[in-house]
């Protein structure tokens, strides 16, 4: 028998393990799991789909179906603890990123089946997509805070028109009382919680709703429910960027190849508004606009998310202040396009959440603009949720009570969007069950990182809770050498000019003696 075939049928076997362990698939669940396949994932899924209220207080009301994914574990004898994640945005479809789930969790699966929920108004439950602009579409449209307001009405009245278009039934309580639903549904009793960025929110959460269904916690960039996120990316992004401004100061090679980047940073602040010409990254076309003040602080805060794209910037800020800004906006769209399908936002279903959950904060915390920054994110914000319905969030939604499970809370150092200080302020809220890992030069996201994910697959997987709190601090040890990438900078050309003929021959050695002579005359 092929090695191929011996690993077909262990997986056929723990798919027949999945479908005897679990309730969902008898005929009479109310969430039927079938055979399915998922882009990006190599073996076979079970997918189905549960009816839940649009609006949990009229159970009788209109109904929408809440789509889940589940990636069984390959062996026979698994954990009976699956693990639950939660995607980031608000906005991201769950099971749309299972080939990457499935790659970054590999070794869950051994023992531990992943569950992928969509949650309400993303992927494939009842989803609230705006039209996708397409990537050939004019840079100034891309980056004018103006227009993308209008389009966000425009796309709130065409929400509206659709069967489920009650926006105010999209919050996270909701969303998460869907999920638990799902859990219910599945028979599982416990189930480990991961999410990133918004994904934190929802699963503390869940944990706040439904502390006996949670075994464990992680979350990854922590956007917290007491945070508004449009009025903290001003001071965040600042804070990122300005580190990269310093630590760059403090590198002897970036510092020699930028030797005047603050000041450049700062002339080139300046001088917007003014017209430039630059090349479209997709069509390769050139273009002619007007850069504001706030389109150039939105082109440099997207790269600030990846540590790889922040290390151009020192040389992006140094082509734009002598006037060249393709290196600024090929920056920008490379972190604005990259994803595809995966890391498209729904975005009805994200000022559903921000403008019912985030917007009433405003003015609420000590949260003050940046000093470049200022209100340039906020300000499109305002515009859009000041016409948005708004849902019912209740008061519980925003507190934090001490932690009914383990849960590791990890940042990155870097992050310009949930950086440490949220992670901190969470950490001391959940109290005694609760450490923080703090990656110094990761950005927003830290799970990518091989030596993290073994941290977060011991916390979990250890059955002991002190055990797995206790050697949380020396399992994370190995991010602490992580370095920021360095500056990047176009090749230097050599010191000397390549000759384009060769040299001359060396001379020849002079006959002054007999040897010499033979030899001149044989290498004729």
């Not at 997986?11 to 999945?18: D, I, K, N, V, Y």
């Not at 999920?179 to 990133?196: F, S």
């Not at 450490?435 to 950005?443: E, K, L, S, T």
Request: proline share 10%.
């Amino acid at each position: 028998m092929s090695a191929l075939s011996s690993r077909r049928r262990r997986w056929a076997a723990s798919l027949l393990g999945l479908a005897l362990a679990w309730p969902a698939f008898g005929a009479k669940s109310p969430l039927a799991l079938q055979p399915c396949r998922l882009k990006g994932v190599e073996h076979d899924a079970f997918c189905g789909k549960l009816d839940r209220p649009l609006d949990p207080a009229r159970a009788d009301g209109p109904q929408i179906a809440i789509h889940v994914a589940v990636l069984p574990a390959v062996a026979r004898n698994k954990k009976p603890d699956p693990v639950l994640f939660f995607a980031g945005g608000p906005g991201q479809s769950a099971i749309d990123l299972a080939g990457l789930v499935s790659r970054l969790y590999t070794r869950f699966l051994n023992r531990r089946d992943i569950i992928l929920v969509d949650q309400r108004g993303t992927g494939r439950s009842a989803p609230l997509m705006c039209d996708p602009e397409a990537p050939t579409r004019p840079l100034v449209d891309s980056v004018d805070p103006a227009r993308q307001a209008k389009l966000v009405l425009e796309c709130r009245d065409a929400l509206q028109k659709l069967p489920y278009g009650d926006l105010r039934q999209f919050t996270t309580s909701i969303a998460v009382a869907d999920a638990e639903a799902v859990r219910q549904a599945l028979g599982v009793p416990k189930v480990n919680l991961i999410g990133g960025s918004y994904g934190t929110r929802a699963a503390l959460d869940y944990m706040r709703q439904f502390p006996r269904s949670v075994r464990r916690v992680v979350i990854d960039g922590v956007a917290p429910p007491d945070m508004s996120l449009p009025g903290s990316f001003s001071p965040d992004t600042q804070r990122a960027f300005d580190a990269l401004l310093a630590d760059c100061e403090s590198d002897a090679a970036c510092h020699g190849r930028f030797p005047t980047l603050r000041a450049q940073w700062k002339s080139l602040l300046a001088a917007m508004p003014r017209e430039i010409t630059v090349v479209h990254p997709v069509t390769g076309r050139d273009e002619r606009f007007m850069l504001t003040r706030d389109m150039l602080l939105g082109l440099v805060r997207l790269p600030l998310y990846s540590p790889a794209l922040a290390s151009g910037l020192p040389f992006a800020i140094s082509e734009a202040a002598s006037g060249r800004f393709d290196a600024v906006v090929g920056l920008a769209s490379a972190m604005g396009n990259s994803g595809g399908r995966s890391l498209e936002l729904a975005m009805g279903m994200h000022f559903s959440v921000v403008c019912s959950e985030d917007m009433p904060l405003l003015g609420k915390n000590a949260d003050k603009p940046g000093s470049d920054f200022g209100d340039a994110a906020l300000s499109m914000y305002k515009q859009a949720c000041a016409a948005w319905p708004h849902g019912n969030v209740p008061p519980a939604f925003y507190t934090l009570p001490p932690a009914s499970a383990p849960t590791l809370v990890l940042s990155g150092g870097d992050d310009p969007a949930t950086p440490p200080r949220h992670g901190e302020r969470v950490t001391k809220a959940l109290g005694a069950q609760a450490r923080h890992v703090v990656v110094p030069h990761a950005g927003h996201g830290t799970l990518s990182l091989a030596c993290l994910r073994d941290v977060v697959y011991r916390f979990v997987d250890n059955e002991d809770d002190a055990q797995a709190l206790g050697a949380v601090e020396a399992d994370a040890r190995c991010v602490g050498d992580l370095p920021r990438p360095p500056a990047f900078a176009l090749p230097m050309p050599p010191t000397a000019p390549v000759p384009l003929t060769p040299p001359p021959p060396a001379p020849r050695p002079r006959e002054s003696s007999p040897d010499a002579a033979r030899y001149s005359k044989a290498d004729r």
